[in-house]
């Protein structure tokens, strides 16, 4: 009776220090879903996911492991959105991580009212009716806005200082794109300031990208900006851009950096790498017990410029000291 007393004992006192054990055991296994939505396309597998990825790893979570991450691209055509996002939904992912503006991120919250999404970057969520406010965004959506509407100015004022010559300078813009008009407005005024006249070239479809660059010549345009878009002109599309311009001699500023790494001459904006590194933080935040509705949507801090030294010889032109002081990154 004594032995079998002590048998007991031992048994309960191990029963005790297992449950904690299995418990943390079933924890650490829990796999979280997460649902990526992008306007791009799927090959080659846009950087902003690994950014992403890598963000999450930072934090802990590896797919195969703790993590899956179901993707889902549109390839360029803005209608397939809303069908992807309902798929998205219905897979009961935990966060949908949507990149690529309002339009995508629209297209989740199309979707769904229930699953947090984590918006990667968009212009202005308010005005765009995305969010209540910055600091409590009222719904299912939280994340990171960019600010693109407010800096097409700036990148003008650039482009013509890097350009001084530059009297003409053409502007390649999807009126669809829910930056066109605030980018135009801010354009508009800047190229006032700066004595420069605007010739506003508009493409709806990939298609048209070589009569648009025909077009740009025929107008005697000095240099290029274009106003970057979620759907087509894209991250996938930026090969395309940079040959179009270096064929049609035209220095071009841009938004984003991938774009002068695939051969454009410069870029101001944000790092786009930086933005899905950090949506990872809000990932985590949510699967840990948070609420979109109370984390408050924050606003990059830090703008790049960067200025491809390779291209501007090939074009022929000497950027200034005073262009070059400013540069984050030259690529030579």
């Known amino acids: 009776m004594w032995c079998s007393t002590l048998r007991c004992i031992v048994m309960l006192i191990l029963s005790l220090f297992a449950a904690p054990l299995a418990a943390e055991a079933q924890q650490a296994t829990q796999v979280h879903r997460i649902g990526f939505l992008h306007p791009g396309l ?7 996911l690994e950014a992403l990825r890598q963000g999450l790893r930072e934090i802990g979570y590896v797919e195969g492991q703790n993590l899956v991450i179901a993707s889902r691209y549109a390839e360029g055509r803005a209608e397939r959105l ?28 199309g979707a769904t009212r229930t ?16 969010v209540a406010s910055l600091a409590r965004p009222g719904g299912n959506i939280t994340g990171l806005s960019y600010l693109t509407a407010e800096i097409p100015g700036k990148r003008l004022e650039l482009l013509k200082e890097a350009v001084p010559q530059s009297t003409r300078i053409a502007v390649l813009v999807n009126p669809a794109s829910a930056l066109y008009e605030p980018a135009i407005h801010n354009l508009t005024v800047a190229a006032q300031a700066l004595g420069l006249q605007l010739h506003v070239v508009e493409v709806r479809r990939a298609e048209e990208l070589d009569t648009a660059f025909t077009a740009m010549t025929q107008e005697h345009a000095d240099a290029l900006l274009v106003v970057a878009d979620a759907a087509l002109l894209s991250s996938s599309r930026r090969g395309r851009l940079a040959d179009l311009a270096a064929t049609s001699r035209l220095p071009a500023m841009y938004s984003w950096k991938f774009f002068v790494e695939a051969g454009g001459l410069m870029s101001y904006g944000p790092s786009m790498l930086d933005i899905y590194r950090h949506a990872a933080t809000y ?4 699967l840990k017990g948070a609420t979109p509705a109370d984390l408050p949507v924050e606003q990059p801090t830090k703008f790049e410029l960067v200025i491809n030294l390779k291209t501007a010889t090939t074009l022929g032109l000497t950027i200034p000291p005073s262009v070059l002081f400013q540069a984050d990154e030259v690529i030579k």
Do not use: F
């Open 283 to 286: 990932v985590d935040k949510i």
């Open 115 to 130: 699953i947090p999404i984590v918006m990667a970057g968009t212009s202005d969520p308010v005005a765009e009716g995305l």
């Open 82 to 109: 809303p069908d992807l996002a309902t798929e998205l939904a219905r897979l009961k992912v935990d966060v949908i991580v949507a990149g690529g503006g309002a339009v995508v991120i629209r297209a989740a919250q």
């Open 42 to 48: 799927s090959l080659p597998e846009p950087p902003n």
